[in-house]
């Protein structure tokens, strides 16, 4: 019995041991970017309400390439973290949500609203897949980023 309990215990550090290597708390600029991309999602979907909203004639497309040109420095920035971290599968995530990033700023520049939502909206999966691999909810409510 004590035996049995000797190994369950030095499981149970391993497993507590490697899930702690596993996790790193962002560092600051990377924080900074996911806030600015947070706020650029939000300025996003007011437009997009307003755009709707507005009828034929009245549409302003500055604020769907504004939030592009955001969320371009945003990615930069988390793409330089992900290959400093040797992150593939983040980095391979950062790199098609930059693909829609450029999609989502074309369809501003070219007045094409619903280049814009089919941008947007596949932004938005990439970037719930990669949060969802990614990210993980510590016990205070903060993030840590989960690199393997």
């Known amino acids: 019995m004590r035996g049995l309990l000797v190994i369950v215990s030095a499981v149970a550090l391993v497993v507590a041991t490697l899930s702690a290597q596993g996790n790193e708390k962002p560092p600051d600029a990377f924080s900074k970017a996911m806030r600015d991309n ?34 371009r420095t945003s990615f ?4 330089a973290y992900f ?3 040797k992150s593939d599968g983040a980095l391979a995530l950062n790199e098609q949500a930059l693909k829609h990033v450029t999609s989502l700023q074309t369809g501003a520049k070219e007045r094409d609203y619903r280049q814009i939502l089919e941008a947007f909206t596949a932004l938005n999966e990439t970037c719930a897949s990669c949060h969802t691999a990614h990210r993980v909810r ?3 409510g903060t993030y840590e ?4």
Request: aromatic share 8%.
């Open 38 to 71: 947070g706020e650029a999602v939000r300025a996003f979907r007011v437009a997009a309400k307003e755009f709707e909203e507005s009828g034929a004639g009245a549409q302003d497309f500055d604020p769907f390439e504004q939030a592009a040109i955001t969320m």
């Open 76 to 79: 930069t920035t988390t793409m």
């Open 83 to 85: 290959k400093e971290q």
């Open 138 to 140: 510590t016990e205070d």
């Open 145 to 148: 980023i989960k690199l393997k």
